[in-house]
């Protein structure tokens, strides 16, 4: 018996889509069956392997929905030879994450069919589907709109040895909540009492994902990427410097909507390197976390809108790793819609 999901829609997908599609199957000999069903369901699944010998291996489950039709129940238990096609329709929730991959987990959707068999292996399909959801600011928080001031210092030094007198940093932003492709205003005041130089100053925006698992314990995993940076002149000993910077959010960001999830997050910072002389560490100062979406106005006017996500920015995304541990190899998505099928770098597909 082979059997096939296929799916009507035209990618992409968005929360409250009704998706259609049909579920075929071709019987060469008489079969026993208990029923033909078909099963969409949406999850984020997070796991990794502990560090040392014998650790343990660190998972994290959460459904958003589970939506099951049965297509076809024979009264006499048999389905006999021929090719059948049996429609279906499914409306996806109106507030879903968008699909999203990395190497401690995964933002899934499946639609999957299968011939329940008594006692036998059940022929069965699946289809993964990438939905892109849209986070528009003005459902975030109003406090996220008022200015922000920061204060940060830190000691210059190497190997537990630090100079008696810190560099601080002050700096304030007008808001903590911003568009892709808007510009974020940073004033910022550099004083160095110390007696070494601060050689330059990196402004950047960094992304971090994080993955949370529920068992056997909560643990977390993270990954940490710059999106965007300005360098700047550094500040003498014992001297003093204020700052206008200018910082624009990529106009290509993809920005994933993480807002439904229990496991996975995504925390947007605004944070200063500092490059010093000599055998000093660098030092690190944080602005303050923000948050970045698709757009600012009606939702009614989302898909005309120029600041809606594109499609391309999507294909199964994945994230360099550039912190945290190895993560095990995982099998390929399969029959992706709404994205390219590749090789991803999350953890091991679900069986079901």
Not at 55 to 65: K, L
Not at 88 to 102: D, G, K, M, R
Not at 290 to 317: D, R
Request: aromatic share 10%; hydrophobic share 35%.
């Amino acid at each position: 018996m082979k059997v096939k999901v296929i799916v009507d829609n035209a990618p992409p997908l968005y929360p409250g889509t009704l998706l259609r599609g049909r579920f075929t199957c071709t019987v060469d000999s008489s079969t026993q069956i208990r029923a033909i069903k078909i099963r969409c369901y949406g999850k984020e699944y997070t796991e990794w392997r502990g560090s040392g010998k014998n650790a343990p291996t660190f998972v994290g489950t959460h459904y958003f929905f589970q939506m099951e039709t049965k297509l076809f129940e024979p009264e006499d238990g048999v389905i006999n030879p021929g090719f059948y096609t049996y429609p279906f329709t499914f409306l996806l929730p109106p507030s879903l994450p968008s699909t999203f991959e990395f190497p401690y987990g995964y933002i899934r959707y499946s639609i999957k069919g299968f011939v329940d068999i008594p006692l036998a292996f059940d022929p069965k399909d699946r289809v993964d589907l990438a939905v892109i959801s849209v986070l528009d600011i003005n459902t975030l928080p109003e406090s996220l709109r008022l200015p922000c001031q920061a204060k940060d210092e830190s000691m210059m030094g190497c190997c537990w040895v630090y100079n008696t007198e810190p560099v601080t940093m002050e700096a304030q932003i007008n808001k903590r909540v911003f568009v892709i492709g808007e510009t974020i205003r940073i004033n910022m005041e550099i004083n160095n009492t110390s007696n070494d130089n601060v050689e330059q100053l990196v402004v950047k925006l960094v992304r971090c994902f994080v993955a949370h698992s529920e068992n056997p314990r909560h643990d977390m995993r993270y990954i940490n990427e710059d999106l965007t940076s300005k360098t700047i002149t550094g500040v003498g000993a014992h001297g003093q410097q204020t700052y206008d910077v200018n910082l624009q959010i990529p106009h290509d960001l993809a920005v994933p909507n993480m807002v439904e999830c229990q496991l996975i997050e995504s925390i947007y910072r605004l944070e200063v390197t500092a490059s010093t002389s000599g055998l000093n560490r660098d030092l690190n100062f944080v602005i303050a976390e923000i948050k970045v979406g698709h757009i600012e106005g009606p939702l009614e006017s989302v898909a005309s809108s120029s600041s809606y996500p594109n499609q391309s920015s999507y294909t199964s995304t994945y994230i360099p790793q550039t912190s945290g541990y190895p993560y095990p190899p995982n099998e390929k998505s399969k029959n992706a819609i709404g994205f390219e099928a590749r090789d991803p770098s999350a953890p091991p597909a679900y069986n079901e």
